[in-house]
């Protein structure tokens, strides 16, 4: 219950701040280029200015750090089991060896460095959709994807199916807390007994979740089609998107960054 209530991930949080004012394609391309400065990321000092860039940078979006934090959340399972994975099935100096579970230097430098590369990723990710409002994504991945259209490419599609996606986010964890509380008035536990008894205690959520699931996208396609909605050809918009000053300044910023990263972590190793 607390775990849903605080998942922040795909969500829009509103604020007036110069990152929410930026041009989507902007916001999107910033981030590719950030996840892909943290991806190559390997040395210490490098995975802690990418540290302090995002601190910065929730500031600079009137993002409450803790609120920016909790995105990462859902990914937690999958960093440890990776670093574990490392820890334990990566060659190298040995340094603690159990029965058959050995432990290495390289392993645990691996662990570490997955671990806080997967991290960086999300929560930078997290900063596309906290900022963003989900119309303004999808004209934002519209537009991007439009040279490709010419191609065969269902440019307008995919925007709006990633979008939907996103949008559902919050709709699925609002569904999933109102049927937990449903299940708990009704006598049922779901922090109690051993990982079995658990997994038990969420089917009577599961089934009900995704009768829901169906009947929301049944009427999410009902109401597209009574507005005649029939794809991106020829459709308009209210708030026609518009690159400016601040955008160009934004992408020069955040392409020297990682630029100045990634060289310099080289440099390091050289």
């Known amino acids: 219950m607390k775990f849903l209530n605080h998942l922040t991930f795909g969500q829009y949080v509103p604020a007036d701040s110069p990152v929410h004012r930026l041009d989507p394609r902007c916001k999107i391309l910033a981030v590719l280029l950030v996840l892909t400065g943290v991806f190559m990321a390997r040395h210490s000092l490098v995975f802690a200015v990418w540290g302090v860039l995002l601190l910065l940078l929730a500031r600079q979006s009137r993002l409450p750090i803790r609120l920016v934090l909790n995105s990462a959340k859902p990914v937690l399972i999958l960093v440890v089991f990776t670093a574990l994975i490392h820890i334990f099935f990566t060659d190298g100096k040995v340094l603690l060896k159990l029965w058959i579970v050995t432990i290495t230097r390289e392993g645990i430098v691996a662990a570490v460095q997955m671990g806080l590369r997967l991290l960086l990723l999300v929560l930078f990710a997290s900063f596309l959709t906290l900022t963003t409002k989900p119309m303004e994504?999808?004209?934002?991945?519209?537009?991007?994807?439009?040279?490709?259209?010419?191609?065969?490419?269902?440019?307008?599609?995919?925007?709006?199916?990633?979008?939907?996606?996103?949008?559902?986010?919050?709709?699925?964890?609002?569904?999933?807390?109102?049927?937990?509380?449903?299940?708990?008035?009704?006598?049922?536990?779901?922090?109690?007994?051993?990982?079995?008894?658990?997994?038990?205690?969420?089917?009577?959520?599961?089934?009900?979740?995704?009768?829901?699931?169906?009947?929301?996208?049944?009427?999410?396609?009902?109401?597209?089609?009574?507005?005649?909605?029939?794809?991106?050809?020829?459709?308009?918009?209210?708030?026609?998107?518009?690159?400016?000053?601040?955008?160009?300044?934004?992408?020069?910023?955040?392409?020297?960054?990682?630029?100045?990263?990634?060289?310099?972590?080289?440099?390091?190793?050289?």
């Open 137 to 270: 994504l999808a004209d934002g991945l519209e537009r991007i994807f439009s040279p490709f259209a010419r191609f065969g490419f269902p440019a307008h599609e995919l925007a709006m199916m990633m979008t939907i996606a996103l949008r559902f986010i919050p709709t699925l964890l609002d569904e999933t807390d109102r049927i937990m509380k449903a299940q708990l008035a009704r006598g049922a536990s779901f922090d109690r007994g051993g990982i079995w008894k658990r997994l038990k205690a969420f089917i009577p959520v599961l089934i009900p979740l995704f009768v829901i699931v169906f009947q929301r996208a049944e009427d999410l396609a009902t109401a597209m089609e009574a507005r005649c909605y029939r794809g991106g050809e020829g459709r308009t918009r209210i708030h026609p998107l518009k690159w400016g000053r601040d955008d160009t300044a934004g992408a020069i910023l955040v392409s020297v960054i990682v630029l100045l990263l990634v060289v310099g972590e080289r440099s390091l190793y050289s």
